[in-house]
């Protein structure tokens, strides 16, 4: 049996001269119990994951400036940035859409990626920086939350908002500024505050990652202690624990970058167990085609990772 000091070694754990930290409170991120923390040291190992299937969609209402994805236990959610259709979409396994929630008159004009927890799509949004909310069922309406900052203060995200997503370790809401130029490595936790109707910036629960990264398109958590983001700067999917921001490894996203192509990476989720032609797949990833002169095209990548248990 591998014991707790063994596991720490994983993630860098403890510090040369320090001490082992203490459980739970030593960590960003507190585990329910040291089984969950100890699964939370292994690395699914992103490099070891292929695409056995890949959907490609042309030209449609719901591909131009398409930017984030989701789900629920029965369909896809796919945000779409199109001008004058600012729209989540609900599509079923076979791709077919099943419905959407317009997002007109929000007042934002930036739609990024989203999250689905508990009955509820978290939606990214900037110009100015919010969360709506689209509650499911019904998925008819929409309802806004703004960021604020912990005790009144100033919040740390006061342009940038490119994704958000629930940490379900403790259900909190997560979101990072894009990190264009030198990146960024701070994961800014929020307590959503039903008595105001607004997200607290609450700053003992971040995650400060172990590096910085640039352009973070999206985010998503998994049920292990783990954090995926990904990177339209270093074309990846990176893995980090959420116990104490412990790079465990990347996955490269192939895209197009000339000139009349140019894909850029967008949002991500994580969908145990969907089968596409009889083959099990974890991860997906939205690519945004923006070809020119045609409309937008979308490349859904499902990503199939051998050691899921440690996902």
């Not at 929000?106 to 990214?124: E, F, K, M, T, V």
């Amino acid at each position: 049996m591998i014991s707790f000091r063994e596991q720490l070694k994983k993630i860098g754990e403890p510090i040369q001269g320090q001490a082992v930290p203490a459980f739970p409170s030593g960590f960003y991120t507190a585990p329910k119990s040291l089984r969950a923390a100890m699964k939370a040291m292994d690395s699914p190992c992103p490099e070891t994951w292929s695409i056995p299937s890949e959907g490609q969609f042309f030209n449609h209402d719901w591909t131009e400036e398409c930017q984030g994805v989701t789900h629920d236990d029965s369909y896809w959610y796919i945000s779409s940035n199109h001008e004058g259709k600012q729209r989540v979409y609900r599509f079923s396994l076979a791709n077919n859409v099943e419905g959407y929630v317009k997002l007109a008159g929000n007042g934002s004009g930036h739609l990024g990626d989203i999250d689905y927890y508990q009955d509820r799509i978290y939606c990214a949004m900037e110009n100015p920086v919010k969360i709506l909310i689209i509650d499911t069922p019904p998925f008819s309406g929409w309802w806004s939350a703004e960021l604020t900052g912990e005790s009144g203060g100033e919040r740390p995200q006061t342009t940038s908002c490119p994704w958000c997503a629930v940490n379900p370790w403790n259900g909190l809401l997560y979101s990072s500024n894009f990190g264009d130029g030198s990146g960024e490595d701070t994961l800014y936790a929020y307590r959503f505050d039903s008595t105001n109707g607004y997200f607290v910036h609450l700053p003992s629960a971040d995650i400060v990652l172990q590096e910085k990264v640039r352009r973070i398109q999206g985010a998503v958590f998994s049920k292990n202690g783990h954090v995926l983001l990904a990177s339209d700067h270093t074309n990846d999917i990176r893995c980090y624990s959420t116990l104490n921001g412990y790079y465990l490894g990347r996955t490269s996203i192939q895209k197009d970058d000339s000139w009349n192509v140019a894909q850029e990476i967008e949002g991500l989720t994580i969908w145990e167990d969907v089968s596409y032609n009889g083959v099990q797949t974890h991860v997906h990833v939205v690519l945004l085609d923006n070809d020119k002169p045609d409309d937008d095209d979308v490349y859904f990548k499902h990503y199939r990772v051998p050691l899921a248990e440690y996902l």
